[in-house]
């Protein structure tokens, strides 16, 4: 993409703020929130976004869509970027209180919704597909055995160089190993092996990867 066309893509006024303007927005040098027009983000000023790399926020749509996407962190929220990532249109990311996304070079096509509520880790060279879920916790409260009511939440895990297919959900506690594929519509709720393929629900791993170098 040239710079010119980059620029009319570009909500310019957000871009400055984000970039320039709050003290939460902690960036290395020539790392930058670029935000399209139709970016829309909610940012506590409780909370942080750690730039080690660029974030995309509403990229890949048509000049003159009008398609949104949604980037939330809250109260202590953190979303620590390690590697270029682009958030297509139509997606949403959140940062719940006190919770935190780590995530390296990806793609997070339109509609995938990633929501954290304690910790979710997400690797490099990573394919989150079109309405894919991932999720760290239940988000709603539970009785427990002591009749006390509680969220559970565990931290997700998602490696390098992963692909997660079309409406599939990686769900809390999930830990997805490096060089897997997760099938199509799968539901993951334990553990992916590294270099295998997972299906079904519970997703299971049953072939192995071959990736091309």
Not at 2 to 23: A, Q, T
Request: aromatic share 8%.
């Amino acid at each position: 993409m040239g710079k010119v066309e980059l620029i009319r893509k570009l909500d310019i006024f957000m871009f400055i703020k984000y970039n320039f303007m709050l003290k939460n927005v902690i960036r290395d040098p020539g790392c930058y929130l670029i935000t399209y027009r139709g970016a829309k983000i909610d940012l506590s000023d409780k909370a942080k976004i750690i730039l080690h790399a660029n974030y995309h926020c509403c990229s890949s749509k048509f000049l003159h869509s009008k398609a949104e996407a949604y980037l939330q962190l809250l109260d202590g929220g953190i979303l620590e970027v390690n590697g270029p990532v682009a958030q297509n249109y139509g997606s949403h990311v959140e940062v719940n209180y006190n919770a935190k996304i780590s995530i390296g070079k990806a793609v997070i096509k339109p509609n995938a919704v990633i929501v954290s509520n304690q910790e979710i880790e997400i690797g490099n060279d990573v394919l989150i597909s079109r309405y894919v879920i991932i999720y760290d916790s239940d988000f709603h409260k539970i009785k427990g055995p002591n009749g006390e009511l509680k969220v559970h939440s565990k931290k997700t895990i998602i490696g390098n160089h992963v692909w997660i297919g079309i409406k599939s959900s990686v769900l809390k506690g999930a830990i997805v190993g490096d060089g897997a594929v997760v099938a199509v519509g799968s539901t993951v709720t334990g553990k992916v092996k590294a270099g295998m393929t997972a299906m079904g629900y519970p997703a299971r791993s049953f072939s192995t990867v071959e990736w091309e170098d």
